[in-house]
């Protein structure tokens, strides 16, 4: 299966600051087939980004997704307060579909 | 309103059964794929099971396969997931999730519900 390995594991920033996610594949991620989804806790997890780079539907563009082939990247270019959650990469391109382990941005 | 609402969830002995439901609304059922995703406490997120629009395509995760069936009635608009021979690393959250799409591969995940707690403890 592949692999999906998240860094940071935590992130601690302020509101305003830029905030960089990385996911890496252990294989290529065939056609940026590349998720990220927004968790926070006692809510249903929410799409951010889908083909690696596709803002869903009502996302700020404050969101940006880049990356290719095993490395993909989540921006967020100046944390508002409720951007503050559980971030997952998730590939949907070979099954098992996987996630990554996620990254927790935190409030410093 | 566009939603998922799982139902279903407990506590439950090692060995023992549970269905796991989800309820749709607010979209054409039909149209999609559905999945079911686990978290467990302390671990990263699991795709358990997916079955595409019209369930011609099934498929599970190898932890589950064997033990876990996924179904779906359209005209219910109803997800479901019989879970048999439960085991404590069953123990998760259990997330009902919509497909981007009408087939099982291929697509993101677009609707995600709050989810169902299933703990397995004697």
């Known amino acids: 299966e592949n692999v999906l390995t998240q860094s940071p594991g935590t992130l601690s920033l302020s509101p305003g600051e830029r905030a960089t996610l990385s996911c890496r594949a252990s294989?290529?991620?065939?056609?940026?087939?590349l998720a990220w989804y927004q968790h926070k806790p006692g809510q249903a997890p929410r799409l951010i980004m889908y083909?690696?780079?596709n803002r869903a539907t009502g996302i700020s563009d404050r969101f940006s997704g880049s990356g290719s082939g095993t490395d993909f990247t989540l921006t967020i270019s100046r944390l508002d307060p409720e951007d503050f959650a559980v971030y997952y990469c998730?590939?949907?391109?070979?099954?098992?579909?996987?996630f990554g382990g996620g990254t927790k941005v935190e409030i410093k | 309103e566009v939603q998922l609402v799982e139902s279903g969830g407990g506590l439950v002995q090692p060995g023992r059964s549970l269905r796991l439901s989800c309820a749709a609304s607010?979209?054409?059922?039909?149209?999609?794929?559905m999945h079911w995703v686990r978290h467990a406490p302390g671990k990263g997120l699991e795709w358990v099971s997916g079955?595409?629009?019209?369930?011609?395509?099934?498929d599970y995760a190898d932890s589950v396969k064997g033990r876990f069936t996924i179904s779906r009635d359209n005209a219910k608009k109803s997800l479901y997931l019989q879970m048999n021979s439960l085991r404590t690393e069953d123990m998760a959250f259990y997330y009902c999730?919509?497909?981007?799409?009408?087939?099982?591969?291929?697509?993101?995940?677009?609707?995600w519900g709050r989810g169902t707690l299933v703990t397995v403890s004697s």
């Open positions: 999730v919509k497909g981007a799409g009408a087939t099982r591969t291929l697509w993101h995940f677009d609707l």
């Open positions: 607010g979209f054409t059922f039909d149209d999609y794929a």
């Open positions: 079955i595409s629009w019209n369930s011609g395509s099934i």
């Open positions: 294989q290529s991620v065939s056609h940026n087939y």
């Open positions: 083909g690696a780079s």
């Open positions: 998730h590939q949907y391109s070979s099954s098992p579909f996987t």
